[in-house]
């Protein structure tokens, strides 16, 4: 291990997606390389789990989190924007009272961050660490493909006429296959006219001006990606900081909490046999979707758990994203299903409202298929388990992530009509199921899904990939602090 007096600022954008992986990286920095962490939290609404999350008694002792207030910006995005503005613009106003957060840790607790780590929505904070003269990181709680659509974004803004949703050719992106735009790319980029593709080209223009990039993923996930974003004849021309694979990170299972009703149902059912859907932290499908859904699962047959969130209102654009507040109706969901649909699958489903104890569900062995919504956390905790997945994209970098899990890593299904274009019919969710649950085109995702699910393992371990690098980044670290002090780091 590293013997450091590093004590890292994380700034943590708002919402269980984006706290989920800086507490991740948090808690590996202090366990695994003897740092000091402070995590700035910009908390959304306060949800019973992300309270729970944010329970300061679960972490380790050197690991401190501090909440900022949230900021008022009703002013300031259209009443109707959609998510990646009203964050952007939340981690824009936030700098006052983040900078401010930062003096007073220094003046009244004396402990003074050596470096500054942001997520992606907050890299306009990057130069909040040269005021305080420390070196500055941006965290990419998400892949190498994801990485390299940002990185090439302006470049792709000059180079395309008009916008991208109504090119019919693919687009070329370093590092990653041809990639149709309606269909697998982040859907803040489709349209210029909408403000969150600004913010888009801000975000890829800003990540590279830190001094290194975490991602995570793991060096073996995406080599080729990763090669790409290296090297000078490709993306490496617009990135020169190292970049630090060093996931996969993500919540452990807890074996010892209280086990309830779902762990008693799943010890009961065969191992690998049960499909567990959800659509992350955020996600709801309209109410057509969620019947089509419910007979889909009826017909297969197939044991499943479904966490279940009331229907949006439409389907349109991004109001698939529920902003994650959970907080609501939670006994009357079942409304929403068809009629007798409790009745009829009660011998092999269970309806789970709003929020699941998803980590350890996925890890349970009866557990053998994930109905996701594809976000990069709930992708990593199905891969590390290694169970395949139904790719059923809704907003945001989704869609990317369903095509790079189908296409590229082999270890997902997906709709031939994509899920947010259209409502899926319960014929075809009935055999997407019945494929990666029985089927042999399930039997081989399976193997692939297990693979990684070792590969993983073996680059957290010590002398694994992900393990070297995270030495590597606080190697990196280092070097500034020895600079600062007047030390010659060679
Ligand atoms: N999650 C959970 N229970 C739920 C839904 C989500 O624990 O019922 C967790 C899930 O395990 C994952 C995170 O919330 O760690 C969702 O992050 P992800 O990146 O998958 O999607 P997002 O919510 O950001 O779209």
């Not at 070329?172 to 980029?189: S, T, W, Y």
Request: aromatic share 10%; glycine share 8%; proline share 7%.
């Amino acid at each position: 291990m590293e013997i450091t007096n590093q004590h890292a600022a994380l700034l943590c954008s708002p919402g269980m997606g984006h706290i989920i992986p800086v507490l991740e990286l948090g808690k590996r920095l202090v366990t695994h390389q003897n740092f000091t962490v402070t995590i700035f939290v910009v908390p959304l609404h306060t949800s019973k789990a992300e309270s729970e999350l944010l329970d300061a008694s679960a972490f380790p002792h050197s690991l401190d989190i501090i909440k900022l207030p949230s900021p008022d910006i009703s002013g300031l995005v259209e009443p109707d924007a959609v998510v990646v503005t009203r964050l952007t613009e939340m981690m824009r106003q936030v700098r006052p009272t983040f900078r401010a957060a930062l003096h007073d840790m220094i003046n009244f607790r004396h402990r003074c961050p050596t470096m500054l780590i942001v997520d992606l929505f907050g890299t306009e904070s990057l130069p909040i660490a040269e005021e305080f003269g420390i070196p500055k990181y941006v965290y990419i709680a998400s892949n190498a493909w994801f990485l390299s659509v940002m990185i090439y974004s302006p470049t792709l803004d000059e180079q395309v006429k008009g916008k991208f949703v109504d090119l019919k050719d693919p687009l070329e992106i370093p590092g990653c296959r041809k990639l149709f735009p309606e269909l697998d790319i982040v859907d803040a980029l489709l349209d210029w006219s909408n403000q969150q593709y600004d913010e888009h080209m801000l975000m890829g223009r800003g990540i590279p001006k830190g001094d290194g990039i975490l991602i995570n993923i793991w060096e073996e996930l995406e080599p080729k990606s990763l090669a790409a974003l290296r090297d000078e004849n490709f993306l490496g021309r617009f990135v020169k900081v190292p970049i630090f694979p060093i996931g996969p990170l993500m919540r452990p299972n807890v074996s010892s909490i209280p086990r309830g009703d779902v762990f008693d149902w799943l010890d009961k059912q065969p191992n690998e046999t049960v499909i567990y859907v959800s659509f992350g932290s955020g996600g709801a499908l309209s109410y057509e979707q969620m019947v089509e859904l419910a007979w889909g699962l009826e017909m297969s047959q197939q044991r499943f758990v479904w966490v279940i969130r009331p229907p949006i209102i439409s389907s349109a654009n991004e109001t698939f994203f529920t902003a994650g507040n959970h907080n609501g109706e939670d006994d009357n969901l079942t409304k929403y299903l068809p009629k007798g649909f409790m009745g009829r699958t009660k011998d092999i489903g269970f309806v789970i409202p709003l929020w699941a104890p998803q980590v350890d569900v996925l890890a349970h062995p009866s557990v053998g298929g994930f109905l996701t919504h594809c976000g990069w956390n709930s992708t990593l905790e199905s891969i590390t388990n290694g169970v395949p997945m139904i790719a059923w994209p809704l907003y945001a970098e989704q869609r990317l992530n369903a095509t790079l899990l189908t296409e590229e890593l082999g270890v997902a299904v997906r709709s031939k009509i994509p899920p947010w274009k259209n409502v899926v019919k319960r014929e075809e969710i009935e055999e997407m199921v019945r494929k990666i649950m029985e089927g042999e085109e399930g039997f081989a995702l399976r193997d692939r899904a297990k693979n990684l699910k070792f590969s993983g393992a073996k680059a957290l371990e010590q002398g694994g990939s992900s393990y070297d690098a995270l030495s590597l980044f606080t190697k990196h670290a280092n070097m500034f602090v020895q600079f600062a002090n007047g030390v010659d780091p060679s």
